[in-house]
């Protein structure tokens, strides 16, 4: 789950781990006006322990981006299973627009980061690829638009989280996108 | 086009505009590291009088996102005099979508302003309003699914923004806004 390229030793990693999800859950709940030393006590580690991975918020912050840009990864791989292509796109829209939901206060916070500054290249070209994989059995099917790719659905779910956090009906708007993804 | 409460004489509102429009087309061409000497000689308007009416660049850019929520407003009541509603709902997602493309460096440097300060309540409010006659029509035609009410349009509408925003094809994106709106 961690974007740095130097490895950690394992309890390192675990630590950070622990943070990243104790910040998750922080933000989520409480918003962008959460302390540093909330998120150590969630993650039950020293206030030390979380400035040695995360310098500042902001770090966190850029950290905690990839890390939900990784749960999307996953939400893809584990739709990717279904048998049929349109099933795996509808349970991909579904799950994140669902994981979105959750975590209103962390969006909030994520969209207060300078921009260009939470991005994960290598987990979003994964994303893509794996996109691409189930959009491609989708257009052999016949049950997506021709124009679609695997970018233009990850760009609609960008919106798609915008959207919701308009204070839109979630379901609804899922089943907008996914009538306007339908072959027509 | 403003939203200060108190009026200002007619030259002052003038000047006012001007450098609004001139701080939309800096942003929109340069990006956020545009300079305030730059919007002031766009404007044709001494450094001063930018200073006088917009303390600090933030404050220029939360007058900016009233200021595009303006235009939108506007998109919104020309579509509305279109003889049939779903031609009115085509022609404002259309337009609007349109008018995004044309200003990525403004978008992107409004997504740099705290969660919160880029609001205009009232702007909002006949917004929503005007969609929401638009909507009511449809409906009467059976053009646009049962449960859309204009709100739900305008989050749409923020969505389609920030889709096109990931580099997508902003014409074939609208289409799948489009598609999911139609009933049935």
Redesign the interface.
């Known amino acids: 789950m961690q974007v740095r390229t130097r490895p950690l030793r394992a309890d390192a990693q675990r630590n950070r781990e622990r943070i990243l999800r104790a910040a998750h859950a922080a933000f989520a709940e409480e918003g ?1 006006a959460i302390q540093i030393d909330s998120v150590a006590h969630r993650a039950g580690v020293g206030i030390g322990t979380v400035y040695r991975h995360f310098p500042d918020k902001e770090a966190l912050l850029v950290e905690l981006a990839a890390f939900r840009f990784l749960g999307c990864l996953q939400e893809a791989e584990l739709a990717a299973g279904e048998p049929d292509a349109w099933g795996a796109i509808e349970r991909f829209v579904r799950g994140v627009a669902h994981e979105r939901l959750l975590d209103a206060g962390l969006r ?1 916070t994520l ?2 980061l ?2 260009g500054r939470c991005h994960a290249p290598a987990e979003r070209d994964k994303l893509v690829h794996c996109l691409d994989g189930i959009v491609a059995r989708a257009h052999v099917e016949g049950t997506v ?1 021709r ?2 790719t695997g ?2 659905l ?3 779910i ?12 979630p379901a ?2 899922t ?8 072959a ?1």
């Open positions: 962008s909030d969209a207060t300078s921009p638009r124009d679609l970018r233009d990850l760009a609609l960008s919106g798609l989280g915008t959207a919701i956090n308009q204070g839109a009906e609804m708007l089943d907008v996108l996914l009538a306007g993804l339908r027509g």
